[in-house]
């Protein structure tokens, strides 16, 4: 099985400037991710797709291939992420790159364990899946409609945390990376595509940095995961 990994980054972010570059535990935002890649035993390509040639260059010291820039029609703020990976596939067929399957890396959360992506990977052999999607499990209980409020729980007899069925356990989804067969993706044109499935990952891997505050939630663990090795195990 192959599988390449590609890390959309493209620049214009607006809530924090040069997001995906941006310095943070000591390096640049999108080499935590880079890095991560290449210490996988499994991976066999690391891509990155970027409409910015500063991004290019750093992603390519980091060790990431950037052989195109991404077309600006499709790096706008409201371009799908799911236009990159299709743009992607289509690179792979020009240059008749064989890859089975494409692990989709979500520079934005940059907080994962060392084996994170092996073991997504091994995951995804052993269960049979087309594609992958990373949750974290949540205790929280949340209720819907604002104006018409309802709850996703009994709120007449609230469970304790320990009392919640396993069937009634809630899971969000990180979106810090995504997994998926190319020739499923390519059927559906969606990152979740055929037999899809979970796969569980601590709570502070599910930070996505979108503000100034993730921002240092996401510092702050990166720097307390280089001094505890088993972080996020």
């Known amino acids: 099985m192959t599988t390449v990994a590609l890390i959309p ?5 607006i809530g924090i400037p040069e997001k995906n570059i941006k310095l943070i535990a000591g390096k640049p935002l999108i080499a935590w991710s880079i890095e991560q890649a290449m210490a996988s035993k499994l991976i066999d390509d690391i891509f990155v797709s970027t409409n910015s040639k500063k991004i290019a260059r ?5 060790g990431a291939k950037v052989p195109f820039l991404r077309p600006q029609n499709i790096s706008g703020s409201k371009a799908s992420t799911e236009s990159a990976v299709e743009h992607f596939c289509e690179f792979l067929d020009e240059k008749e790159l064989k890859y089975e399957n494409i692990l989709l890396i979500q520079c934005t959360s ?8 092996d073991s997504a990977i091994q995951y995804f052999q052993q269960e049979s899946l087309d594609s992958l999607i990373p949750v974290a499990e949540s205790h929280r209980f949340t209720w819907k409609n604002f ?37 499923e993706f390519l059927k559906s044109k969606n990152r979740i595509c055929g037999h899809y499935g979970l796969y569980l990952t601590p709570e502070e891997e599910s930070f996505d940095i979108d503000s100034m505050v993730d921002f240092s939630v996401c510092e702050s663990l990166l720097n307390l995961k280089k001094n505890i090795k088993t972080f996020a195990a």
């Open 9 to 13: 980054a493209r620049s214009g972010s």
């Open 110 to 117: 940059p907080v994962r364990a060392h084996e994170r992506f």
């Open 147 to 183: 104006n018409k409020p309802n709850s996703d729980y009994d709120f007449r007899n609230r469970p304790r945390r320990q009392d919640i069925l396993r069937t009634d356990r809630s899971f969000i989804e990180t979106g810090s990376f995504y997994l998926f067969k190319r020739s």
């Open 58 to 62: 750093i992603s390519q010291k980091y």
